[in-house]
């Protein structure tokens, strides 16, 4: 993909730190494409014939990180068919031009390189930021309705054990780069959309 025309934001946070929701904001107000690694994981996963379905369902379930091949390919087939689908369109996605929100990813340092090196830059991390004690009520409420495997005490610990290890030192990785803005997701679903959106209006415009 094409820097110079493509703008990628990866979206970054501890599990239930409010990724998708601010992600699915900015679809409204941007006309962003959103990728959630997590969604096109568990699609896959549920997509009759797919050879990945146990590696992807028993790897979700334990908090880890599918391997990295993966997911790159999910999600680039996702962006070239996003690119092909919006050609043409007049809102930010012509001759090639789109912006995208990847959600949940980079997570693991070798996802970041090859990113980096096969796919394209990003041009910002958001990174939202709350603690573990909001994070955990988050997600065992939203555990009552959500289906999800990992909505549970014990999958949830392991997520943040390997949101630690794994997916910080990616965080402190584009810091030094200095392309990360760091968003307390503390409060309200609007509030932290305010706080987005002021570093998006400075990213697009
Ligand atoms: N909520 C949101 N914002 C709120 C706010 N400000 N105030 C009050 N409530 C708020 O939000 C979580 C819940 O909180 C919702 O109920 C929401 O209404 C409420 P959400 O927006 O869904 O948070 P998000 O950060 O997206 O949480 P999610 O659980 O999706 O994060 P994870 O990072 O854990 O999940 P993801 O889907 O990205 O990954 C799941 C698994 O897939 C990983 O653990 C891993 O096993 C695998 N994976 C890979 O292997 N590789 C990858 O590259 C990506 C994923
Ligand atoms: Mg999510």
Not at 56 to 72: A, D, M
Not at 128 to 146: G, H, I, M, N, P
Not at 166 to 174: A, K, N
Request: charged share 30%; hydrophobic share 35%; aromatic share 8%.
């Amino acid at each position: 993909f094409d820097n110079a025309k493509v703008t990628v934001i990866f979206v970054l946070g501890g599990p239930g730190a409010g990724k998708g929701t601010q992600c699915s904001k900015l679809v409204d107000g941007y006309n962003f494409c959103h990728l959630s690694a997590g969604d096109l994981l568990r699609a896959e996963q549920n997509r009759e014939g797919s050879q990945y379905g146990d590696l992807i369902r028993t790897n979700i379930r334990e908090g880890k990180i599918v391997p990295s091949y993966v997911t790159l390919k999910l999600l680039e087939i996702a962006m070239a068919a996003a690119l092909k689908e919006r050609d043409g369109q007049d809102n930010g996605w012509k001759d090639g031009h789109g912006r995208f929100l990847i959600d949940g990813f980079p997570r693991k340092m070798d996802q970041a390189e090859l990113f980096d090196d096969t796919i394209c830059l990003s041009a910002l991390t958001l990174f939202y930021d709350t603690t573990e004690k909001v994070l955990t009520d988050r997600l065992l409420e939203r555990a009552k309705t959500s289906g999800r495997e990992d909505d549970n005490l014990d999958s949830i610990l392991k997520r943040f054990r390997t949101y630690k290890e794994e997916t910080m030192p990616v965080i402190e990785r584009y810091q030094s780069q200095n392309k990360v803005v760091q968003i307390d997701s503390s409060g309200t679903i609007e509030q932290v959309y305010q706080a987005t959106v002021k570093v998006i209006e400075k990213v697009l415009y």
